[in-house]
């Protein structure tokens, strides 16, 4: 791998690092200056429902401009925003953040937010760099290498987030952001990208496409089953999200779970690491199914018992198998589509597969609060199973993870002896192929 890759990823990472910082903060401190549950989760729905249906849009974009200008256009309007956010905060009276109403509240959250989402740009345009200067026989390590930048960024903008909030506040967080965006802004400036000029080779280049993307995915038989396969996954890997920490917090103190998290963050450094070092292997495909297989066999006995020590090593190793799957399909996209059409292909993916989790997470709070923990602390589940997995809240919840965990388990092992598994393999390996030989 080329110095100048490892210059991107670590422009990359910086970039990265910021806008999670912000969003992680942002969230933090709204929360402590409103005390409203609903404003945070507002903004969560926010972040997430915009990251979801702007896939569509970036992707686009990559796939119309040169790389280095869409990673350029992505830090300007993180930076153009950020500014005007804090423009906002510092000539603002602080009586006005206190009250989630405040339309100049609602204001900063859009502005600092949607800052911290033009970095999404970056995310769509990195796998498609590594197409164009990585060789093939190299990208499944250079896909962990991005994993491994993706899991820094998460662990310090989780830990130092915080921080800043709490010691400095939200003026010096985003002084911080402006200053790294700025930073990422210079660096990137210094870089020459040896891309050959954007060539079309068919109509409505200068269009979201979402029909043209859709026919491009249905020519290689079998990919579409694989990020419906991937939604289905995030759809379910939703009820983690959500009542993960109402079932972590029920076993420890919320300083020890804050400590659990910034340590279990390290899974995602390690199996991105792992990917880099050793690769996926001839079929990235089987790869990614063998790894869902482990991942669901994992959430079905992580909280088999009410145990924090069970807990953390399952979730641990959960989350060093999230960068191998991430990778497995980052190459399998590589390999199959092409490189014109990379950007669209990435930003579909993205949008269909984000669309997943934050509908779970609206449907899963009622599921647990009204059918499963009642199941577990007055209902039928008391006798049928509490002798050996306990009762309670917290066994409820965990009912409903071992149960989702089963059902991932039972659709991972059917789609991998499915015939859209079969095309897809077999389609990979063609390519590969030609790819090799012509």
Not at 89 to 112: E, K, N, R, W, Y
Not at 187 to 198: A, D, K, N
Not at 350 to 361: D, G, K, R, V
Request: glycine content about 10%; hydrophobic content about 55%; proline content about 3%.
């Amino acid at each position: 791998m080329t110095k100048l890759f490892y210059a991107i990823l670590a422009n990359s990472l910086v970039a990265s690092l910021t806008n999670t910082f912000v969003w992680f903060a942002v969230t933090f401190w709204v929360y402590l200056q409103t005390q409203s549950v609903l404003a945070t989760s507002t903004m969560a729905g926010i972040y997430v429902g915009t990251v979801a249906i702007s896939g569509f849009f970036l992707g686009s974009l990559v796939d119309r401009y040169k790389k280095k200008t869409v990673m350029m256009l992505s830090s300007i309007c993180s930076l153009f925003l950020y500014i005007l956010a804090y423009l906002i905060f510092i000539f603002t009276p602080t009586s006005a953040f206190t009250d989630p109403a405040s339309m100049v509240l609602l204001g900063f959250i859009i502005l600092a937010l949607v800052g911290a989402i033009a970095g999404n740009l970056r995310t769509i345009a990195l796998p498609t760099l590594v197409t164009i200067l990585i060789s093939e026989a190299e990208r499944d390590k250079a896909n962990g290498l991005v994993g491994t930048a993706n899991g820094v960024a998460f662990l310090v903008a989780s830990i130092f987030s915080g921080m800043v909030i709490g010691f400095l506040g939200v003026s010096w967080m985003l002084i911080f952001a402006i200053g790294l965006t700025l930073l990422t802004i210079l660096h990137l400036g210094t870089m020459s990208i040896p891309e050959q000029r954007v060539i079309h080779t068919e109509t409505h280049t200068n269009q979201i496409d979402i029909r043209g993307t859709i026919r491009v995915i249905r020519l290689i038989p079998g990919l579409f089953a694989l990020i419906f396969f991937n939604c289905f996954n995030n759809f379910l890997g939703g009820v983690f999200m959500s009542l993960m920490d109402a079932y972590g917090l029920s076993l420890v103190s919320v300083q020890a779970w804050g400590v659990l998290w910034g340590f279990l963050s390290l899974g995602f450094i390690v199996g991105g690491l792992w990917v880099a070092r050793n690769g996926l292997g001839k079929s990235p495909l089987r790869t990614l199914f063998l790894t869902n297989i482990v991942m669901w066999i994992i959430a079905i006995f992580f909280t088999i018992q009410a145990s924090i020590i069970l807990l953390a090593v399952g979730m641990f190793g959960y989350l060093c198998l999230i960068p191998v799957v991430e990778a497995a399909e980052q190459t399998i996209f590589q390999t199959v589509i092409p490189l014109e059409r990379q950007g669209r292909v990435f930003g579909f993916a993205q949008s269909i597969e984000q669309a997943a989790s934050p509908l779970t997470a609206f449907m899963i709070g009622p599921i647990a609060q009204f059918i499963f923990i009642p199941f577990m602390t007055t209902g039928a589940g008391v006798d049928l199973l509490g002798g050996w997995f306990g009762t309670g809240t917290d066994r409820g919840i965990a009912l409903l993870f071992t149960l989702t965990g089963l059902i991932g388990l039972t659709v991972t092992l059917m789609a991998i002896r499915s015939h859209s598994y079969q095309k897809l393999s077999v389609n990979y390996q063609k390519h590969l192929m030609l790819n090799h030989y012509g």
